[in-house]
């Protein structure tokens, strides 16, 4: 019986005897049965379809030998497709496991079916560390570099006519009369245009929009006596050329302040009347005709509670206390001013810069105020100091004391400047900066408003301006003019320090 036959693309079925061949036995039986040739193509396409995948053999054996390694530098080896894509993918992925582990691993969220070009390992770059410090929205970096080891107080006067006055008087309308000296006759101007140069460093130029932003939404408050107000007078000629013609408003009072608004910054620079800083017989600011002054040396609170809110504090006290060596002080539970007794001068001096000291330490807040006083503005009551045998007083005198090398005795009461100093430098908490304008002004015997001034809120009359050894003042001082100079002085300070925004 014979085997059914089926097609077989190696030609006719053949049906072998049941038997076991050897190799020899069946090329043996191949031979007579005619069909050897059909063997030995059958054995070469089987070789062939060997040597074709041979080569996805071998790739197949070098991806299972590197999934097997400790680590994989995916940027620097190769790159392999989307797992999920089979027509792009030849390797199997149940024969892989470990490399798509790693694959997905390092290639996580990749499209399908996109190759991704190797990345470059970021490198991370040294940051200097001001780069990585947020700026405080709240503090104004300074914005001049002048050293707060570079002693202003110590130079000499320049004159210098291109670069002074940093006004003029006509420019700034709100001078009162008693310190517009060429509008009130004087002849000469030559002392508007001298220079403070200190000795180790340079004072910049007043630049009065910078001022202006620094003062942004803050009060500058002088307090003080007349010569704390001949300065606040410069501080508001200084400021106002920055500002619009119409939103420039005549100070105003507001009880014993006088206020100048520059609107377009929301900032005010204030004058406060206190003549002694503590309470006083003498505080109204429109009467000064005091032929007695007394004071309360430990009383401070009542001028006090009007200067917590200023960002900017410049005191001074000096020349209401020159009229005699004793001064009255009242009675601690005294009812009346009539209950006083006298001290030294100097006494009570100490006493009230104590007082002043003490209330600067627990009542100011050294983040957002800064705090100045103001040394002793000089007088020139004695012309045969400074070799003027034949003056009277500061009247006539055309220019400052230069190539002096003797000591000028003024009158200055230096003991009094020390205390200022001392106590100054001895407040911890809340920095104060003591401003020496003393010696500076003592070579200015030019800048007084001398016998162009007022007396009583009148002019003087030609026959007054005729006795200047009855009507000079040699006290204040003309505008523009010297106490631009401590304003510069000021600004300098100022401008050099950060500022802080509460």
Not at 315 to 325: D, K, P, R, S, V
Not at 455 to 480: F, M, N, S, V
Request: charged share 25%; proline share 7%.
């Amino acid at each position: 019986m014979h085997l059914p036959r089926r097609k077989s693309p190696l030609g006719p079925s053949v049906r072998l005897p049941n038997v076991r061949l050897s190799a020899k036995n069946a090329v043996s039986y191949l031979e007579k049965s005619g069909r050897l040739p059909v063997f030995i193509t059958a054995v070469f396409c089987v070789v062939c379809l060997i040597m074709m995948f041979s080569e996805d053999i071998k790739s197949i054996g070098t991806v299972s030998t590197v999934s097997n390694l400790d680590s994989i530098d995916d940027t620097n080896t190769f790159s392999l497709h989307d797992p999920s894509n089979s027509n792009n993918n030849p390797i199997s992925k149940t024969k892989h496991d470990n490399l798509e582990e790693k694959y997905k691993e390092t290639e996580k969220q990749k499209p399908v079916g996109v190759v991704k070009k190797p990345k470059k390992k970021k490198t991370k770059k040294t940051v200097p560390v001001r780069a990585t410090v947020k700026k405080n929205p709240r503090v104004s970096l300074p914005v001049l570099n002048i050293p707060e080891s570079c002693d202003l107080s110590k130079g000499e006067w320049v004159f210098d006519n291109l670069s002074y006055p940093i006004y003029k008087e006509k420019q700034c309308e709100f001078l009162t009369e008693q310190v517009t000296c060429m509008r009130n006759g004087r002849q000469d101007d030559s002392f508007q245009q001298w220079r403070w140069q200190p000795k180790d460093c340079n004072l910049p130029r007043f630049d009065a929009k910078l001022f202006l932003e620094r003062l942004r939404g803050k009060r500058l408050m002088f307090v003080g006596d007349s010569l704390n107000r001949n300065q606040w007078e410069s501080m508001v000629c200084l400021v106002q050329l920055a500002l619009s013609p119409g939103k420039k408003h005549w100070p105003h009072w507001d009880g014993t302040t006088q206020v100048f608004n520059a609107e377009e910054y929301n900032a005010t620079i204030e004058f406060y009347w206190a003549p002694f800083l503590v309470e006083s017989n003498s505080d109204n600011p429109r009467i000064h005709s005091i032929p007695e002054r007394i004071i309360k040396p430990e009383s401070i609170a009542a001028h006090a509670a009007n200067w917590k809110r200023a960002d900017y504090l410049i005191f001074n006290t000096y020349i209401w206390w020159m009229n005699t060596l004793k001064m009255k002080v009242a009675r601690p539970n005294a009812k009346d001013w009539s209950e006083n007794d006298e001290v030294d001068r100097r006494e009570a001096y100490g006493r009230v810069l104590h007082t002043w000291a003490n209330w600067i330490n627990h009542n100011v807040d050294p983040k957002r105020t800064q705090v100045f006083f103001m040394s002793i503005s000089p007088l020139h009551l004695n012309p045969h100091v400074w070799g003027n045998v034949n003056g009277i007083k500061c009247a006539k005198e055309t220019g400052p004391i230069i190539n002096f090398s003797d000591p000028l005795y003024l009158g200055t009461d230096w003991n009094m400047f020390d205390m200022q100093a001392n106590v100054s430098r001895q407040i911890k908490r809340v920095p104060v900066t003591f401003v020496d304008v003393t010696t500076m002004s003592e070579y200015r015997k030019d800048g007084h408003t001398s016998v162009y001034t007022i007396r009583q809120g009148k002019l003087l009359t030609p026959e007054q301006k005729a006795d200047p050894q009855t009507y000079a003042d040699c006290i204040h001082w003309c505008l523009p003019g010297v106490p631009d100079i401590w304003n510069l002085l000021l600004y300098t300070r100022i401008m050099s320090r950060p500022s802080y925004f509460l």
